[in-house]
């Protein structure tokens, strides 16, 4: 009987603990003290990031030259961008409502961001922007923001925050938009 009831006391201490650690948040350690994401793929030494807007969101690609680093970029991908937890706060898949796919490519991996409507589609796209543009002093990122910025856009803020196809003021910070070049 004794042991029936170590067992069964066993058994219920191992599962409140497993559902503990099943809800307890994956934030990156590295945001919570103020420094960069170590779960960011993107970010990390040696990988070369490129993006794109595509007709629903935006194409982010990540490569690198080291078998194992492919390797940890591809696991990385996975698992910062299916939750939003282990996101950084600007991230574009961070956008309600956004899509995302996650692909191993042979040199890392691609990742698919989409939205459903118009609204979201530019939401995702000036996310990434911002992104990409916040994160190319510190990494691999070959990206130009004009090219991710997107090509229907003939106004941009001098800021860089919003892009726009007429003249006005900026909807986040209120300057006046400059045509592009």
């Keep these: 009987m004794k042991k029936i009831l170590y067992a069964i006391l066993i058994s219920s201490i191992t599962c409140g603990l497993a559902m503990a650690a099943a809800t307890k948040k994956s934030e990156c350690p590295m945001m919570a003290k103020g420094k960069k994401c170590s779960l960011c793929p993107e970010k990390m030494k040696g990988v070369e990031t490129a993006g794109k807007n595509t007709a629903n969101g935006v194409e982010i690609t990540m490569t690198a030259k080291d078998k194992d680093l492919i390797a940890k970029v591809q696991e990385m991908a996975l698992v910062h961008y299916n939750s939003k937890d282990a996101m950084c706060p600007d991230c574009p898949a961070r956008v309600e409502g956004a899509r995302v796919r996650v692909t191993k490519t042979e040199t890392g991996a691609k990742t698919e ?28 990122m070959k990206e130009s923001r004009k090219k991710m ?32 070049k």
């Design 149 to 180: 910025s997107g090509a229907t856009a003939k106004y941009i803020c001098p800021m860089g925050c919003a892009t726009s196809d007429k003249p006005g003021k900026c909807p986040k910070c209120g300057m006046e938009m400059k045509e592009r």
């Design 113 to 140: 961001i989409t939205g459903t409507t118009p609204e979201m589609i530019r939401k995702i796209q000036e996310a990434s922007v911002k992104e990409l543009k916040r994160s190319a002093s510190g990494g691999g």
